[in-house]
């Protein structure tokens, strides 16, 4: 790998992160020279990153005038919400039936309600709990079996993580009721009850994202 793939590697994973993380939100303007000074590097491999975000749909460049931060979709979180919904819920049905597979991932699920406590205690920011919260749902569908809807969840993370950041930035005290919501759908999959976690989940989600039952925020 050449020196300046690796610093165009590094600036594109930086500026990604950045955008998830809610620290640079939809609508700003930023440059090429502002990212270049950050990360004490050329404009060169800073261009070659906002070149592949755009491509992906995270910015928009305007010649001479830098790079807008594309803002979440109007109606983007209703139709990730809803996509998350149908295959979590497809998930805990599937594991419902398997108490040894129930038992494996009601174990992981405690293991993450920890670290998310611990961040808790340690000051810990929004950008690291949209990392623990999306491990926490992604180890729901895992657990599914179906490696086909693994794949399509993964690919729903990114919009997760930045949605989740956003709603922190709106409401950090919401923190705390997410890791609540989290210990009670715990015990609704330790319990094996399918239909109380789907009716939780989906109130978990639309509570978290502002998103009211009869449609769009």
């Known amino acids: 790998m050449s020196k300046l793939y690796s ?32 990360m004490g590097s050329s404009r060169t491999p800073v261009r070659e990153a906002f070149l592949r975000l755009e491509a992906e749909g995270w910015m928009r460049l305007y ?14 979180a209703e139709h990730v919400v809803d996509a998350r919904l149908l295959v979590e819920t497809h998930a805990v049905e599937a594991i419902a039936r398997n108490p040894r597979a129930r038992d494996v991932l009601v174990l992981t699920l405690r293991e993450n309600l920890d670290r998310q406590r611990e961040l808790i205690v340690s000051g810990g920011d929004a950008a690291q709990f949209s990392v623990l919260d999306a491990d926490f749902h992604r ?27 956003r709603s922190l930035a709106r409401d950090p005290e919401q923190i705390s009721k997410i890791v609540d919501d989290h210990a009670r759908l715990t015990d609704l999959v330790a319990a094996g009850d399918a239909d109380g976690f789907a009716s939780a989940v989906r109130r978990h989600m639309r509570e978290v994202h502002a998103l009211s039952e009869g449609g769009r925020r």
């Open 7 to 38: 610093a165009a590697e590094l600036a594109y994973r930086e500026v990604k992160e950045l955008i998830l993380s809610g620290a640079l939100p939809g609508g700003e303007l930023i440059s090429e020279g502002e990212i270049a000074t950050r």
């Open 63 to 76: 010649p001479k005038r830098g790079a807008l931060i594309v803002p979440v979709a109007d109606g983007e």
């Open 139 to 165: 180890a729901l569908v895992r657990a599914g079996g179906n490696p086909l809807l693994e794949t399509f969840y993964d690919g729903l993370r990114e919009r997760q993580r930045r949605m989740t950041a």
